[in-house]
C-alpha cells in the first residue's frame, strides 16, 4: 500500500530559540534571533505592523464582524515566533466579531521560544499583558508535535512544533487566512520552499487570504505555482510594498488517495448530541463540545464517574515504547494535553497532583528497553528523564530498589471527582438510563433506553458512545473489537507517621502518594473478567506485586504498622477496555458492511485503492478502549471528536487521527484475509 503521509519524525525535543536584545529604531531592546541574524518585531512599530501587514490586509476586521458560521474562522500563521501576530488577531477578533462567532489559531514554529524570553518579548506590549499572561501560562514543553492551547472560551490556538512545511503537511484543518510570516526569506531560504506553498495551497478554504511582509520574487513564484493570485499593496513603514491574495480553488488533499476509507465525514446538524457513558471518556467529551456551544445529553445508568472511572484515584501516567511509533506519540501527545487541560480546568489542583510518575526498570529487560527508549527519544528533561535508584528513591521519599523513567509532568488524578465537575459543564443536560439500542431516523438517531421509570427514547442528532467494554453493544458497532479487563485497586488507611511516596510509582502495577491517609495501590489485569466483586484474591496479588516492587517501602510499612494483611483493605473493581492494538478508537463508527464491500478488492491485492470514501453512521462517533491509561488518552480523545463535529482543525497530526480511527482493524483485516 503506498504510504497515505511522508512519516513523522520521532519524539524529540526542540531546538530552543538563540535571541539576543537589541535596540531598535526607537532605542528599545527588542528580540533578534541568533541563528537567522533577523529580528522578530520592531518595537517600535511592531504592533502597527502586524495590525497592518497581517489583520488589515487580511481583511480581518471586517471578515470578523460578518462571521456568522457554526464552525470557527481559522488563522493559518508560519513562525510562531512571539505570538504577537496571534495576540493581535484575538485582540481583533474581540473587538470586531459577533458573541457566537468562534476562532481558531493555527501556528507552526520550529524553534520555540524559552518562556522567559518569551514574557520579556511580549512585555513589550503591556495592553496585550493579560492575553500574554494566558498564552505564557500554557506555554508548551519544546517537543514537536501539537499542543493545544485555551485562549478563552471562543479562542483556541494549536501550535504545531517543528518545520513548517510538514507541519502543514500533517496538519488536518483547513484556513481562512493565512498569516505568511517567518524570517525574511534572504535570511530563512529553507522555509520559504516550493514545499511550503503547496502545504499551504492544499490547507486553504476556497478563497482563503493570504498577507506576507515580503515581495521577493521567490515568495511571488511559489505562491503563483500553488494557486494563489497575489498582488502588491502598500508596505508598511519603510517598506513600499508587500503581497497580498487569495486562493480561489485549493487544491484536492492528494493525501486520501492512500486511505479514502478515513475520508471524514461530511459535517451533519449539531443542535443536540448524545453521550453516552459517563466515564472519562464520554464526560471529556460532553465538556468539549458543551464548550463549543452544542447542547448535550450526557446519558449514564449510573451517574458521572461509573465504570474504571470512578476510582478514588488514578494515574496519568504513559508507556512509550523504546521504537517511536504511532501509538506512542499519540500516548506522548495525550499527556501533554492532559497536563495542559487539567492545569486550565483545576488550576488550584482539588481534582488532581500533578506530582510525578516514576517508571521502575524491576528487571533487566525493562531496564534494557528503557535505556533504548532513551536513546531513540531525545526528549526534555522536563517531560521525561532516567533515573537511578537513588534518585528514584530522593524523588519519592521511600527506599526504591531500582532505577527508571522520571515523567516529572504525570501524576494522579481524582477520577470520580472529574468525571462529576466535567459532567457539570454549562450546556450538559444528565440522564440517568441504560441505552439498550440505537437506531437511525432521517433526522439523526434515536434512543431507546430503560430508565427508572420504565422504557423511554431520546432524540438526538448525533450520538457519541463512550461506554467502555459495552461500547460495541450496539448494531452500528459491533464490528469493532473490544476485550473487557478487569482491574481491582486496593487501599489501607495509614497509620500516622507512616512513610509514603511523594511521587506515583509504576512497575507491574502502582502505588500513589496518599490520599486523605489512605494508600492507594494495583490494579490487577484479568482480561475477558468481567465481575466487579472485590475479591481477597486480587487484594493479594496487588499487596504481592507491592512487596516485590517495592520491597524496602514494603517493609517499612509493617514497621511503622501498618497491617499489609488483606483483611484490613478496602478495594474497588471495575471492567476497563482494550481493543486488539491497545489504540483507543476515537472518531467516527464506519459503516463495516459498507466498508467490506467498498474495498473487497484489497483483499487480493492491497494496492488496488479504490477512489471511494469510506462510509460512516453519519453523526456516530466512539471513544473507547482507553484501557487503564484513560486519563491521557481520553481528553485528547474528545478534542479529535468535538473537533471533527464542529469542523475544526484536529488536535493532533492527519497520521495520528487515523492510527486513533475505529475503522483500522476493518481495513487490516480484508488485507490480511487476502
Ligand atoms: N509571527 C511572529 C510573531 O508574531 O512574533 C514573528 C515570527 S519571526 C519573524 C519568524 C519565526 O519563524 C521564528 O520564530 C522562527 O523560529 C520561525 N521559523 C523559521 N523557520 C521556520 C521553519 N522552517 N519552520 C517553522 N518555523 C520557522
Given at each position: 500500500?503506498?504510504?497515505?503521509?511522508?512519516?513523522?519524525?520521532?519524539?524529540?525535543?526542540?531546538?530552543?530559540?538563540?535571541?539576543?536584545?537589541?535596540?531598535?529604531?526607537?532605542?528599545?531592546?527588542?528580540?533578534?534571533?541568533?541563528?537567522?541574524?533577523?529580528?522578530?518585531?520592531?518595537?517600535?512599530?511592531?504592533?502597527?505592523?502586524?495590525?497592518?501587514?497581517?489583520?488589515?490586509?487580511?481583511?480581518?476586521?471586517?471578515?470578523?464582524?460578518?462571521?456568522?458560521?457554526?464552525?470557527?474562522?481559522?488563522?493559518?500563521?508560519?513562525?510562531?515566533?512571539?505570538?504577537?501576530?496571534?495576540?493581535?488577531?484575538?485582540?481583533?477578533?474581540?473587538?470586531?466579531?459577533?458573541?457566537?462567532?468562534?476562532?481558531?489559531?493555527?501556528?507552526?514554529?520550529?524553534?520555540?521560544?524559552?518562556?522567559?524570553?518569551?514574557?520579556?518579548?511580549?512585555?513589550?506590549?503591556?495592553?496585550?499583558?493579560?492575553?500574554?499572561?494566558?498564552?505564557?501560562?500554557?506555554?508548551?514543553?519544546?517537543?514537536?508535535?501539537?499542543?493545544?492551547?485555551?485562549?478563552?472560551?471562543?479562542?483556541?490556538?494549536?501550535?504545531?512544533?517543528?518545520?513548517?512545511?510538514?507541519?502543514?503537511?500533517?496538519?488536518?484543518?483547513?484556513?481562512?487566512?493565512?498569516?505568511?510570516?517567518?524570517?525574511?526569506?534572504?535570511?530563512?531560504?529553507?522555509?520559504?520552499?516550493?514545499?511550503?506553498?503547496?502545504?499551504?495551497?492544499?490547507?486553504?478554504?476556497?478563497?482563503?487570504?493570504?498577507?506576507?511582509?515580503?515581495?521577493?520574487?521567490?515568495?511571488?513564484?511559489?505562491?503563483?505555482?500553488?494557486?494563489?493570485?497575489?498582488?502588491?499593496?502598500?508596505?508598511?513603514?519603510?517598506?513600499?510594498?508587500?503581497?497580498?491574495?487569495?486562493?480561489?480553488?485549493?487544491?484536492?488533499?492528494?493525501?486520501?488517495?492512500?486511505?479514502?476509507?478515513?475520508?471524514?465525514?461530511?459535517?451533519?446538524?449539531?443542535?443536540?448530541?448524545?453521550?453516552?457513558?459517563?466515564?472519562?471518556?464520554?464526560?471529556?467529551?460532553?465538556?468539549?463540545?458543551?464548550?463549543?456551544?452544542?447542547?448535550?445529553?450526557?446519558?449514564?445508568?449510573?451517574?458521572?464517574?461509573?465504570?474504571?472511572?470512578?476510582?478514588?484515584?488514578?494515574?496519568?501516567?504513559?508507556?512509550?515504547?523504546?521504537?517511536?511509533?504511532?501509538?506512542?506519540?499519540?500516548?506522548?501527545?495525550?499527556?501533554?494535553?492532559?497536563?495542559?487541560?487539567?492545569?486550565?480546568?483545576?488550576?488550584?489542583?482539588?481534582?488532581?497532583?500533578?506530582?510525578?510518575?516514576?517508571?521502575?526498570?524491576?528487571?533487566?529487560?525493562?531496564?534494557?528497553?528503557?535505556?533504548?527508549?532513551?536513546?531513540?527519544?531525545?526528549?526534555?528533561?522536563?517531560?521525561?528523564?532516567?533515573?537511578?535508584?537513588?534518585?528514584?528513591?530522593?524523588?519519592?521519599?521511600?527506599?526504591?530498589?531500582?532505577?527508571?523513567?522520571?515523567?516529572?509532568?504525570?501524576?494522579?488524578?481524582?477520577?470520580?471527582?472529574?468525571?462529576?465537575?466535567?459532567?457539570?459543564?454549562?450546556?450538559?443536560?444528565?440522564?440517568?438510563?441504560?441505552?439498550?439500542?440505537?437506531?437511525?431516523?432521517?433526522?439523526?438517531?434515536?434512543?431507546?433506553?430503560?430508565?427508572?421509570?420504565?422504557p423511554d427514547e431520546f432524540d438526538a442528532d448525533q450520538v457519541v458512545i463512550a461506554t467502555a467494554s459495552l461500547a460495541n453493544r450496539f448494531t452500528?458497532?459491533?464490528?469493532?473489537?473490544?476485550?473487557?479487563?478487569?482491574?481491582?485497586?486496593?487501599?489501607?488507611?495509614?497509620?500516622?507517621?507512616?512513610?509514603?511516596?511523594?511521587?506515583?510509582?509504576?512497575?507491574?502495577?502502582?502505588?500513589?502518594?496518599?490520599?486523605?491517609?489512605?494508600?492507594?495501590?494495583?490494579?490487577?489485569?484479568?482480561?475477558?473478567?468481567?465481575?466487579?466483586?472485590?475479591?481477597?484474591?486480587?487484594?493479594?496479588?496487588?499487596?504481592?506485586e507491592l512487596t516485590r516492587t517495592l520491597p524496602g517501602y514494603a517493609a517499612a510499612l509493617e514497621g511503622s504498622g501498618a497491617p499489609l494483611d488483606t483483611a484490613a483493605f478496602d478495594g474497588r473493581a471495575a471492567v476497563r477496555a482494550a481493543s486488539p492494538?491497545?489504540?483507543?478508537?476515537?472518531?467516527?463508527?464506519?459503516?463495516?458492511?459498507?466498508?467490506?464491500?467498498?474495498?473487497?478488492?484489497?483483499?487480493?491485492?492491497?494496492?488496488?485503492?479504490?477512489?471511494?470514501?469510506?462510509?460512516?453512521?453519519?453523526?456516530?462517533?466512539?471513544?473507547?478502549?482507553?484501557?487503564?491509561?484513560?486519563?491521557?488518552?481520553?481528553?485528547?480523545?474528545?478534542?479529535?471528536?468535538?473537533?471533527?463535529?464542529?469542523?475544526?482543525?484536529?488536535?493532533?497530526?492527519?497520521?495520528?487521527?487515523?492510527?486513533?480511527?475505529?475503522?483500522?482493524?476493518?481495513?487490516?483485516?480484508?488485507?490480511?484475509?487476502?
Open positions: 500500500m503506498p504510504p497515505a503521509h511522508d512519516p513523522l519524525p520521532p519524539l524529540a525535543g526542540l531546538t530552543r530559540a538563540h535571541l539576543d536584545w537589541r535596540p531598535d529604531d526607537g532605542g528599545e531592546d527588542t528580540p533578534h534571533s541568533s541563528e537567522f541574524d533577523d529580528v522578530y518585531f520592531s518595537r517600535h512599530d511592531g504592533r502597527a505592523e502586524t495590525e497592518h501587514v497581517f489583520l488589515d490586509a487580511n481583511r480581518l476586521p471586517e471578515r470578523f464582524q460578518d462571521w456568522t458560521e457554526d464552525r470557527p474562522f481559522v488563522i493559518g500563521e508560519t513562525g510562531f515566533g512571539t505570538g504577537l501576530n496571534m495576540l493581535c488577531a484575538w485582540a481583533c477578533f474581540d473587538a470586531h466579531a459577533p458573541a457566537r462567532a468562534r476562532l481558531h489559531l493555527v501556528s507552526t514554529e520550529l524553534y520555540p521560544l524559552d518562556r522567559r524570553d518569551l514574557a520579556r518579548a511580549l512585555a513589550a506590549w503591556p495592553d496585550l499583558a493579560d492575553r500574554a499572561a494566558v498564552l505564557l501560562a500554557q506555554w508548551p514543553e519544546p517537543v514537536s508535535g501539537v499542543h493545544r492551547l485555551w485562549l478563552d472560551a471562543r479562542v483556541t490556538l494549536d501550535l504545531h512544533f517543528g518545520d513548517t512545511a510538514e507541519r502543514l503537511r500533517w496538519l488536518d484543518g483547513r484556513v481562512d487566512a493565512w498569516f505568511l510570516d517567518g524570517f525574511a526569506p534572504a535570511r530563512n531560504p529553507d522555509m520559504w520552499q516550493p514545499a511550503l506553498f503547496a502545504a499551504m495551497a492544499a490547507r486553504s478554504r476556497p478563497g482563503a487570504t493570504f498577507a506576507t511582509f515580503t515581495c521577493a520574487g521567490v515568495v511571488k513564484r511559489g505562491l503563483a505555482a500553488a494557486g494563489f493570485a497575489w498582488r502588491k499593496v502598500p508596505g508598511f513603514g519603510r517598506k513600499r510594498e508587500m503581497l497580498a491574495g487569495e486562493i480561489a480553488t485549493p487544491p484536492a488533499d492528494e493525501r486520501r488517495r492512500a486511505t479514502p476509507w478515513f475520508t471524514p465525514p461530511a459535517p451533519c446538524p449539531r443542535r443536540r448530541v448524545a453521550v453516552i457513558g459517563g466515564g472519562i471518556a464520554g464526560t471529556s467529551v460532553a465538556a468539549a463540545l458543551a464548550r463549543r456551544g452544542v447542547a448535550v445529553t450526557l446519558i449514564d445508568r449510573e451517574g458521572p464517574g461509573a465504570g474504571a472511572s470512578g476510582n478514588r484515584q488514578g494515574v496519568l501516567y504513559v508507556k512509550l515504547a523504546a521504537e517511536t511509533n504511532d501509538q506512542s506519540r499519540c500516548y506522548l501527545a495525550g499527556l501533554l494535553h492532559s497536563r495542559r487541560w487539567l492545569d486550565a480546568l483545576d488550576p488550584d489542583g482539588s481534582l488532581w497532583q500533578p506530582c510525578g510518575v516514576l517508571q521502575l526498570a524491576t528487571t533487566p529487560r525493562e531496564a534494557k528497553r528503557q535505556t533504548a527508549f532513551l536513546a531513540n527519544h531525545p526528549l526534555p528533561d522536563s517531560v521525561v528523564r532516567g533515573v537511578s535508584s537513588e534518585q528514584a528513591s530522593q524523588l519519592a521519599d521511600i527506599p526504591i530498589e531500582n532505577g527508571g523513567l522520571e515523567y516529572p509532568l504525570a501524576g494522579w488524578v481524582r477520577p470520580d471527582a472529574l468525571c462529576r465537575r466535567l459532567a457539570a459543564t454549562p450546556g450538559v443536560t444528565l440522564l440517568r438510563a441504560e441505552v439498550d439500542d440505537i437506531t437511525a431516523t432521517p433526522e439523526g438517531w434515536r434512543l431507546s433506553m430503560t430508565t427508572d421509570q420504565g452500528q458497532t459491533a464490528d469493532l473489537p473490544l476485550q473487557p479487563v478487569r482491574g481491582q485497586v486496593s487501599s489501607l488507611t495509614l497509620p500516622e507517621n507512616a512513610p509514603a511516596p511523594s511521587r506515583v510509582i509504576c512497575a507491574g502495577g502502582y502505588v500513589a502518594p496518599p490520599r486523605e491517609g489512605r494508600l492507594t495501590f494495583g490494579a490487577t489485569f484479568r482480561p475477558n473478567e468481567t465481575d466487579t466483586r472485590v475479591s481477597d484474591a486480587d487484594h493479594r496479588a496487588n499487596r504481592d492494538d491497545k489504540t483507543p478508537y476515537a472518531g467516527p463508527v464506519p459503516d463495516a458492511a459498507a466498508w467490506r464491500q467498498a474495498y473487497a478488492l484489497l483483499a487480493k491485492d492491497a494496492t488496488r485503492i479504490p477512489d471511494l470514501a469510506g462510509q460512516h453512521h453519519p453523526g456516530l462517533w466512539i471513544s473507547a478502549a482507553h484501557g487503564s491509561r484513560g486519563l491521557a488518552s481520553a481528553p485528547l480523545c474528545a478534542e479529535v471528536i468535538a473537533s471533527r463535529i464542529c469542523d475544526e482543525p484536529m488536535p493532533l497530526e492527519a497520521p495520528l487521527v487515523d492510527h486513533l480511527h475505529p475503522g483500522r482493524r476493518l481495513i487490516r483485516e480484508l488485507i490480511r484475509g487476502g
